[in-house]
């Protein structure tokens, strides 16, 4: 599986993004895919995820409300609408996914997903 994270740029506090995620080499539809991100000094950090199979989405606190993650199975790809953000949202977003779920537990684990996209860098100005 090959992911291809897309959309990130420069945008002021308040503003939205929506970031793509085209996967290669398998149906998103039978992966789980998340949302990771990582800001400077800090360490990844889960932001969303959409289960294998399972429709809900699940979100990091800091974002529930503002973040929407969702799947076009038609084009292969996860997207996540940001809303309302704010420049603790900064970091270099990434795609991530499993073949395996992941199970409930481990969902906000880094661990738990074996494929990785290169990343977008979002950028938000106060």
């Known amino acids: 599986v090959q992911l291809q994270a897309s959309g990130g740029g420069l945008v002021q506090a308040g503003g939205s993004l929506r970031l793509s995620c085209v996967a290669s080499?398998?149906?998103?539809?039978?992966?789980?895919m998340a949302w990771f991100r990582q800001a400077p000094g800090k360490e990844r950090e889960f932001v969303a995820a959409?289960?294998?199979?399972?429709?809900?989405?699940y979100y990091e606190d800091s974002v529930k409300g503002r973040f929407t993650i969702s799947r076009d199975n038609g084009k292969n790809t996860v997207y996540l609408q940001m809303n309302n953000l704010k420049p603790e949202d900064a970091a270099v977003y990434y795609c991530?996914?499993?073949?395996?779920?992941?199970?409930?537990?481990?969902?906000?684990?880094?661990?738990?997903?074996?494929?990785w996209g290169p990343g977008t860098q979002v950028t938000v100005s106060s």
């Open positions: 991530a996914a499993s073949a395996r779920g992941p199970i409930l537990s481990n969902l906000r684990n880094v661990g738990a997903y074996g494929y």
């Open positions: 080499g398998r149906s998103v539809s039978n992966l789980g």
């Open positions: 959409s289960r294998r199979y399972n429709s809900n989405p």
